[in-house]
Structure formats: structure tokens, C-alpha cells
């Protein structure tokens, strides 16, 4: 092909546009703008997720608490009993693993509750604390809300039971 028509061919294409609204008989016309799109719904979705950090047990309840004492007399002892099935988020302070399908729940008022997985899951997958999606009710209820680990994994609540100091 010739350079100069090279040259040329985008020149004649801006030409018509340059030269006003004339359009030479048979070229193409370019359509109008188009009309702006209009949106017919619009759906807003909002989760709030809460984060619960990690944190260790009491020092005065973590030697004697799931193990079994060599000085019975001097340690406190510790029994489970039942708990409601629901729980609110707002009042749990932190958590920590404790056996294979148990979390240890410590409350902003002092007391401990364990949590009961699911089975299959394990608990040493929340060593770095969990996270739970906020509900309407503000609770975590049992077969209802799922916990999330950090590390991905996803977990339902089959029970709480709540940790009492008996003796002294």
C-alpha cells in the first residue's frame, strides 16, 4: 500500500467530523448517545462480622481445670453444667481451644462456658480466636450460627455448658 494513502486514510475520517453536521449522501451516521441506563432495583446488603481474639484462661483456674490435680485438696475443681442454647456476642471476651471439640468461651462478667462443635471439626483450629456474623438478636444460638476460624474453617455449636468452681 502506498505511505502517503497510510497517511492520509485517518485524515478523511476526521474530516466529516470537523467539517459540521453535512454528511455526504450515503455515508455512515453514527448513532445518538445512548440514553442513560436506568437501575430498576437496587438491593443494599450489609453482615456485620465480630472478631473475638484469643485469650488464655484465668491463671487461678488453668492448672486445675482440665487436668486432673496431684493436690486435690489445695486446687479449685471445676464441673460443667447446662446452658442455655443461645448466647450473646457481645458479651463474650475471648476464647481459647481446650480439648478436640470444645472451645473455651471467657465472658466479659468472669464466667467460662464451653462451646461443642460440630462433628468433624476441632477445636485447635481457632487458635487464633474466631470470628461470628451478627445477627438480628445479637446471640450465637446452637445449630444456628456457625463459627469461622481464622484459618477458614467453619464450625455450628451442638451445645454450651457452663464451667462452675465447686469446693472452695
Not at 475443681?77 to 463474650?92: A, D, P, Q, T, V
Request: charge should be positive.
Amino acid at each position: 500500500m502506498n505511505p502517503l494513502v497510510q497517511l492520509l486514510a485517518p485524515l478523511v475520517m476526521v474530516l466529516p467530523a470537523l467539517g459540521g453536521s453535512d454528511v455526504a449522501p450515503g455515508a455512515f451516521q453514527s448513532a445518538s448517545p445512548a440514553d442513560p441506563m436506568v437501575a430498576e432495583q437496587v438491593s443494599i446488603q450489609q453482615s456485620v462480622t465480630i472478631r473475638i481474639n484469643p485469650r488464655p484462661a484465668p491463671a487461678s483456674m488453668q492448672p486445675a481445670m482440665f487436668s486432673q490435680g496431684f493436690e486435690q485438696d489445695r486446687e479449685p475443681r471445676f464441673i460443667e453444667r447446662k446452658f442455655g442454647k443461645c448466647l450473646s456476642i457481645n458479651s463474650i471476651f475471648g476464647v481459647q481451644p481446650v480439648a478436640d471439640d470444645k472451645l473455651l468461651l471467657i465472658l466479659n462478667d468472669r464466667r467460662m462456658v464451653t462451646a461443642h462443635l460440630e462433628k468433624g471439626c476441632q477445636a485447635r483450629q481457632f487458635y487464633s480466636g474466631m470470628m461470628v456474623k451478627r445477627n438480628a438478636d445479637g446471640q450465637v444460638c446452637i445449630s444456628r450460627d456457625a463459627l469461622q476460624s481464622r484459618s477458614g474453617a467453619s464450625c455450628q455449636v451442638t451445645g454450651f455448658r457452663q464451667i462452675i468452681q465447686i469446693g472452695d
